[in-house]
DNA sequence: CTACTTGCAAATGCTTTGCAGGAGA
DNA sequence: TCTCCTGCAAAGCATTTGCAAGTAG
């Protein structure tokens, strides 16, 4: 997706929620559209000098509430935030439990039909009804496999 | 697994991390088996009133440390603990959005086969050591879609 | 006896909120 | 101009930790 179509759909949505879309807002959006990963808030801070933290707290749950954004839970205490589905396309996810580093992954369009059929047995056995799923790999990435480097933010 | 075979290998993996099979412990131990469900620290404490919330943080850390418990993140801000699937068998969630709560479910053979064969193909695309997965489907549970309840904890 | 456990209370650290000034439409 | 947004500082809250007394082995 453009840049400028990305920023659009982002606009509709802050629209519907009655929201501006401010300078802050749309660095943001750029700065995870741009990542490919989820961020956290550490590492949002620690490229966005000036920002504060409170603030981007404040427009990520802004941006979330409005369906632009999404919250993830990694495998440490800090919350990660990455462009809604809708915008990205369906994904995964791998979780590193060295660096902690979250990566994005997409299974084939196959797999992810079996997958779609896996959830819809689960979830009608035990009358369920299933919005979103979530998938996540742990282990060790590249990266830490070749070199021990420490977990970074 | 009957409660003492399942007392004899809680009992093993603590003695192998140098721990002691304390009376709290069991009770932990007993307490998630009956769940058969991963369960918050106020719902804990809320059934065992006379916990200190420290031991128990304490004890079910020392649980999973030892192998025979593992801690699950959910829809809020709670850590929820159950027993090692080693104990218990591979299995996945359903998390209600209403109510918070998380309900087992496991996928039949055939599509838990499926999902592997998925999982293997994302890991390996990406040169990532698969060590586990979690995989949890999100939406409405059957009691909060018969009637509204409320969230409880 | 010696080391691990427990309970209480205080601390920690991510996240949220109150408030006063600034900016979007 | 009116409402929303921003930054700073202070507060919230699940979780962790220090310490002294209790207990397993």
Known sequence: MSAGALHDRVATSLVRAEQRYTAQRRQLVELLAGAGRPLSIP????TQPGL?????????????????VRRVQGADDFARYELDEELTGHHHHLVCTVCRRITDVELSA??????????EEAAERSSFRALS???????????????PAGPGV
Chains 1, 2 share one sequence.
């Not at 590492?43 to 620690?46: F, Q, T, V």
């Not at 427009?59 to 409005?66: F, G, I, K, S």
């Not at 799923?133 to 070199?147: E, I, M, N, T, Y």
């Open 43 to 46: 590492e949002i801070l620690g």
């Open 52 to 68: 504060a933290q409170s603030s981007v707290y404040r427009n990520l749950d802004t941006l979330e509430r409005a369906g632009a």
């Open 110 to 119: 196959r797999h992810e039909r079996a997958l779609d059929r896996a959830l």
């Open 133 to 147: 799923h979530r998938l996540d790999l742990f282990g060790v990435c590249a990266d830490c496999a070749a070199g």
